[in-house]
């Protein structure tokens, strides 16, 4: 009996080409199972992590209550999910929150320009100075939360359970172990 018959079958039962078929599909499966690719992400690669501080600044949140916005969690010592770049990061520690006064440029006649408070109607908008606190790999190009790289400028989305709002990285602050 020959290996190879005149129709292209081994031992006259099976294909060659279904038994390369075979082959490759069998290949494929050991490949995924015995030699899985790296996990993680880039960022984690000759990483460490360190606790880190971001500062935010909200403007023009508005708000007719903000004690309200306060009752449940969104307060110094608790807790808020972050968003960069449209990806979940997860719960993090608000450090501090401290709400700024409303001011207003007002021109002098001497020429010179005085701040002062806005006593104009709107009471509804709200701008707030917030302090973040949590864990970021530090990487090379900086530190990274998540899969994200953290950065002045960058806008953050702040989500809870009453409050869904964006804010603007002011400050990076990595501290030491």
Do not use: C, H, W
Request: aromatic share 6%; no cysteine.
């Amino acid at each position: 009996m020959a290996i190879l018959d005149s129709k292209g079958r081994l031992f006259g039962k099976i294909s060659i080409l279904d038994f390369g078929a075979l082959l490759v599909i069998l290949l494929v499966i050991f490949g995924i199972f015995l030699f899985p690719g790296g996990s993680g992400s880039v960022a984690q690669v000759g990483s460490k992590t360190v606790p880190i501080e971001v500062d935010l600044v909200v403007r023009g949140l508005n708000v007719r209550d903000p004690e309200q916005l306060y009752a449940r969690g969104f307060e110094k010592g608790g807790k808020t999910k972050v968003i960069i770049r449209n990806q979940p990061y997860g719960t993090i520690d608000i450090k501090s929150i401290q709400v700024l006064p409303r001011t207003i440029m007002v021109p002098q006649p001497d020429g010179s320009v005085k701040e002062l408070p806005d006593t104009r109607s709107n009471n509804f908008s709200t701008d707030m100075l917030l302090t973040l606190q949590g864990k970021a790999q530090v990487t090379a190009d900086g530190p990274v939360l998540g899969n994200s790289k953290v950065k002045i400028g960058m806008p953050i989305e702040l989500d809870g359970f009453n409050y869904n709002f964006n804010s603007t990285v002011i400050d990076v602050r990595l501290q030491d172990k």
